[in-house]
């Protein structure tokens, strides 16, 4: 079954991949693993070795059962082009995508390198929206990436936005996510960097998406909020 996701832009979730390791600044406070930890020590079998990059052939069938069209991101709890997941295994997921036509799939990727070096033997699906994740500028050569790729749809996540972007290239990119970190230890988002994102947008027509500040803050009675959209961007 496809698990239901508080993500405000998407429906669902499918991991046919767990597991992830660092590999730049937004990864730092990653929601994914301390999920999985959480869930290990559940006793959930699917993560019992907590966070290491683990792939589950049996959830290939998944999305063969989902009988209503649905938004779903793919590896939510991981990164499908992680340098330890076989490129055989990369065109099994593409493959079920491609045949699943009544879903659109969403995958989101911090490497587009390893991506771009396959992306030769992938039987490009027109249901894929491909995204790349770019917390500040030091990231943006990942839109480059993405930029040159076969995917149909093309997105970019903004999130956690940790740095001013400055000026970036929005040329071939159909969509744009934008949000601040959530959690314990998060780290601030200001509002000029997100106008700065925004304004871009605007001035090239490109679809733009406020998902949350983030933060830590304190309801009216005091109590701390965590995680969730707390002002939504006008």
Known sequence: MANNTQIEWTEATWNPVT???KISDGCKNCYAERMALRLKAMGNTKYRNGFEVQI?????EI???WKKPRMVFVNSMSDLFHEEIPLSFVEDVFRVIKDNKRHTFQILTKRPERLNMVESHLNWPENLWLGVTVESRKYCSRIDELRVTKARLKFIS???LLGDIGTFDLDNIDWVIVGGESGL??????????LNVLSQCRAREVPFFFKQWGGRRKNEEGRLLDGKVYDYFP
Do not use: A, I, Q, S
């Open 185 to 194: 230890r998060c780290r601030p988002m200001h509002r000029d960097w997100v």
């Open 63 to 65: 999305p063969y059962g």
């Open 56 to 60: 589950h052939k049996n959830d290939l």
């Open 158 to 160: 903004f999130e956690p």
């Open 19 to 21: 597991g992830c390791t």
